[in-house]
């Protein structure tokens, strides 16, 4: 089992920035990826930011943002806390949403397995 722990949601007005943060704890053999989800009222989970472990094929982490988020977010990661980092810069208030982080992690068996936080809310506005 893993338990993800999320924080830094808060309210800013347009134009600011928030940092999120993500910190998995529990049975994890590996982490494949961490990353964050949004969902605003109405809409569907949409992809925000995935850092993705590089194997011995690519060489390093590879991140995938959506497209909206482009240029405003960067994805980071700490591998020795198991943690994720999500700077938000240039906020809008499309951007508002409850963000959600997420997980894939390997345990034993090596059957991946997707974990997702409780969610933060991000609330961009004036």
């Known amino acids: 089992q893993v338990q993800l722990a999320e924080s830094g949601g808060g309210l800013v007005q347009p134009g600011g920035s928030l940092r999120l943060s993500c910190e998995a704890s529990g049975s994890i053999f590996m982490i494949n990826a961490m990353g964050w989800y949004r969902q605003a009222p109405g809409k569907e989970r949409e992809l925000v930011a995935v850092?993705?472990?590089?194997?011995?094929?690519?060489?390093?982490?590879?991140?995938t943002y959506g497209d909206s988020v482009k240029g405003r977010f960067t994805i980071s990661r700490d591998n020795a806390k198991n943690a994720a980092f999500l700077q938000m810069n240039s906020l809008k208030p499309e951007d508002t949403a409850v963000y959600y982080c997420y997980v894939e992690s390997m345990d034993g068996d090596l059957q991946p397995s997707d974990y997702w936080g409780q969610g933060t809310q991000v609330t961009v506005s004036s």
């Open positions: 850092i993705r472990s590089g194997g011995t094929f690519t060489g390093g982490d590879t991140t």
